[in-house]
């Protein structure tokens, strides 16, 4: 398993150092986790832990006069004093080591050039012992108070804890099933015992999104009310469909003009239509993904646009959201494995993060090995990974199934090596026939996955083939999207309309007369294994 000794080596631990400390992670001996608690006092000085108790003492229904963002602010207590900045990630020589940006600043590059990150306090969260994070977390799940009801903000204090609940826009994003693939690990993956599938998908708009969609349109929201009054005339984004979806619909619940750049014909009709329905402004460019986000980070940086991919560091704390609640699911054991898809490559850093920040903190004591699947057809990290991280190269991304990964240069790409080598982790590729079989074979078990949570179970029959993976290991593969948002791909394969594919676990429709005769013969012929 991925150890303490190897995480520390990272460079993420420069997020979680003390503000004024010089010392990368003050915490790393556990000292203060020894400390004796305090708990009364400490539970006072957090507004969010005094919603939460008053949730449970509270027997009674609100007033009928008074919504869910009213009581929460009636109910909010004394602020607190978690907060979380910008620093430059990973930081680099060049690096000025006091370099910082509060998250009210609109910036998304380091003055090197390169990535930011946000790092959190974590001597103020540590001020409480894994236990007390647990049972909060726990405490709000299922719950409709505003705004813990989200899977995301459940956990508000490791995500923004700045941010005043009145500015949270939510549409109770998370909380996402996590699927015991029992006959898909047991008949197909040589007698996996421990198989889950986190389904990230089934969400608000269908894909995993939404969980780092919400943070960043609320930070948007705050920071163009009253008092900052920031003259953010709209966000925009690049998308391969899941982003886009994602942005459109948090903007038009929060009333914030959406601008999404799609590669024409590049992405499914379900995605394309979201966008619309909510009312963006779509640009349907003749370019790849790659081109649309050259020209999104052009344009942001000349209009009053703020720009919503995944290079702004603000998406990844919601979606490391989706490791806390793995955790919290399985009453905060760790996994042996996580395996997720990745293009741009946000995501796979987003998991690492939440993990890493729950081993720090002491909800967990060790976090799990990380395995990025791509498409063989866009799969710019893989060659790097089998380069032995030596020199990477950007690739023009050809055309897959998994349309959402079709990314040749991911802007986080940097972020995903800190991530893999943090976590003995592993890089594996599917190929086209590949992830559909796979993504084939997890709906013959009753899921109705996308092509991109094939190719992270691909990389499970790989590394099951190989033995890296045992029969035994507890190992969940991240469903990235909801499959109804690709059905067209499902459709060609079922019907064996894909050219040099086998389409082996096909399964059309049977044609049949409208007659009696007709449809015993064909009845009969199946249940004899005939057909
Ligand atoms: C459905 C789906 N799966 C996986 C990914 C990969 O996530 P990331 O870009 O963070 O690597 C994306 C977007 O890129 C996506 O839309
Ligand atoms: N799959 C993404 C690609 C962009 O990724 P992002 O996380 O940087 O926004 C999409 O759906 O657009």
């Known amino acids: 398993m991925a150890t303490a000794a190897a995480a520390t080596a990272s460079s993420l631990s420069l997020l979680f150092a003390h503000p004024h400390s010089s010392n990368p992670r003050p915490f790393a001996g ?184 919400t943070v960043l349109v609320s930070q948007v929201n705050r920071l163009r009310r009253a008092p900052l009054s920031r003259p953010i005339n709209g966000v925009g984004c690049a998308s391969t469909g899941d982003t886009s979806a994602a942005l459109s619909a948090y903007c038009a619940a929060a009333g914030i003009p959406a601008i999404v750049f799609l590669p ?21 460019l003749d370019t790849d993904f790659d081109g649309c986000m050259r020209l999104i980070r052009e344009v942001t940086a000349e209009l009053p646009i703020y720009l919503a991919n995944s290079l702004n560091s603000l998406r990844l704390e919601g979606q490391k959201t989706a490791a806390i609640e793995i955790l919290q699911q399985f009453d905060w054991q760790v996994p042996d494995w996580v395996i997720v898809p990745g293009g741009n490559l946000g995501n796979i850093y987003a998991f690492y993060k939440g993990f890493e920040m729950c081993r720090v903190l002491g909800l967990v004591d060790r976090v799990p090995r990380l395995v990025c699947a791509q498409a063989a057809n866009a799969n710019p990290l893989y060659r790097f990974y089998k380069s032995g991280w030596t020199e990477f190269q950007p690739r023009v991304a050809e055309t897959t199934f998994a349309s959402a990964i079709q990314i040749g240069d991911p802007v986080s790409v940097d972020r995903a090596v800190v991530a893999l080598k943090a976590t003995d982790g592993i890089v594996e590729e599917a190929t086209e026939e590949e992830l559909m079989d796979a993504m084939s074979l997890a709906d013959r078990t009753g899921m109705f996955a996308c092509p991109h949570t094939g190719v992270a179970l691909a990389a499970l029959f790989k590394l099951r083939d190989q033995r890296i993976i045992g029969p035994n290991d507890r190992t969940v593969v991240v469903s990235t999207a909801h499959g109804l948002k690709f059905t067209q791909s499902k459709i060609d394969y079922h019907d064996r309309n894909i050219k040099d594919m086998l389409c082996q676990y096909a399964n059309p429709p049977i044609n049949v007369k409208a007659d009696f005769a007709s449809v015993m013969d064909v009845l009969q012929n199946k249940l004899n294994g005939k057909i």
């Open 30 to 213: 556990g000292s203060h986790l020894r400390r004796p608690l305090r708990a009364a006092p400490h539970r006072a000085r957090c507004a969010s832990d005094a919603a939460a108790a008053s949730t449970t003492a509270t027997k009674h229904r609100r007033p009928a006069e008074e919504n869910i963002r009213e009581e929460a602010a009636r109910l909010r207590g004394p602020g607190n004093d978690f907060s979380a900045w910008y620093v430059p990630f990973p930081p680099t020589p060049e690096d000025n080591p006091n370099e910082r940006y509060s998250l009210d600043e609109v910036v998304y590059r380091s003055s090197s050039g390169g990535l930011l990150d946000v790092c959190h306090d974590m001597e103020a969260l540590a001020r409480f012992p894994g236990s007390y994070w647990r049972d909060l977390f726990d405490s709000r799940v299922g719950r409709t108070t505003w705004p813990y009801g989200s899977g995301v903000w459940s956990k508000k204090e490791f995500v923004l804890p700045e941010i005043d609940s009145d500015h949270i826009v939510s549409l109770f994003e998370g909380n996402s099933n996590l699927f015991w693939a029992e006959r898909l690990g047991r008949e197909h993956l040589g007698g996996m015992t421990d198989l889950w599938v986190k389904h990230c998908g089934i969400s608000h708009t269908g894909s995993f999104k939404d969980l780092g969609m």
């Open 264 to 284: 024409a014909d590049r992405i499914s009709l379900q995605q394309l239509i979201q966008p619309i329905a909510n009312g963006a402004t779509v640009l349907s």
